[in-house]
């Protein structure tokens, strides 16, 4: 299971009808339905990967230090957590992508090797249009939690839904609802 995590597990700052990064460890905050939805995923065997763009670093406006302790908490308050896996490129230089920047599926694919992850069998659950893209490049289902940003996506997600808590909702049924053959 890849998580976003601004505008996914945590609140995040909406300027412009766009969703930013909170600007501190103290403005960090998780949807309040993100743990109980964690756990039940975890309790239904998936393992979860947040996969996460912090272009702030990159740009030189937000300290490393200040997303650290940031997913330190998300760890702490999220123990089921089996990775985090970050991307500080600014994406500045279209000459020069970096394949782990979302919507390039890179972290996606580092973590799936690195945990000996099932792609056929994974999802990626965010609430931009990158996300979406970034789980469809990976070869993963997406569900897309739609909270009015002032974007258009890009390409369909599977499942649109208004909350985490309903996008666990879809996973979980879905997942009760595919067989996979032995040794699959």
């Not at 979860?48 to 030189?60: I, K």
């Not at 890179?106 to 992850?117: I, P, S, V, Y």
């Amino acid at each position: 299971m890849f998580l976003d995590r601004d505008g996914t597990l945590n609140v995040p700052v909406v300027i412009h009808g766009l969703p930013e990064p909170p600007r501190s460890v103290s403005a960090f905050q998780l949807f309040p339905d993100v743990p109980a939805g964690c756990r039940a995923l975890a309790a239904a065997g998936f393992v979860l990967v947040v996969a996460t763009n912090q272009p702030d670093v990159g740009r030189g406006t937000l300290a490393t230090e200040v997303v650290e302790a940031q997913h330190a908490l998300l760890q702490q308050w999220i123990p089921e957590l089996s990775r985090i896996e970050v991307c500080y490129d600014s994406g500045r230089d279209p000459t020069s992508p970096s394949p782990r920047r979302k919507p390039e599926p890179g972290m996606l694919l580092d973590a799936a090797r690195t945990l000996g992850l099932d792609l056929t069998r994974s999802w990626m659950i965010g609430d931009r249009w990158r996300d979406v893209d970034c789980g469809h490049r990976a070869g993963v289902r997406t569900v897309f939690i739609d909270l009015g940003h002032a974007e258009t996506l890009r390409s369909a997600p599977e499942f649109t839904v208004p909350s985490f808590a309903e996008a666990v909702a879809v996973v979980l049924r879905e997942a009760r609802a595919t067989t996979f053959p032995s040794g699959a």
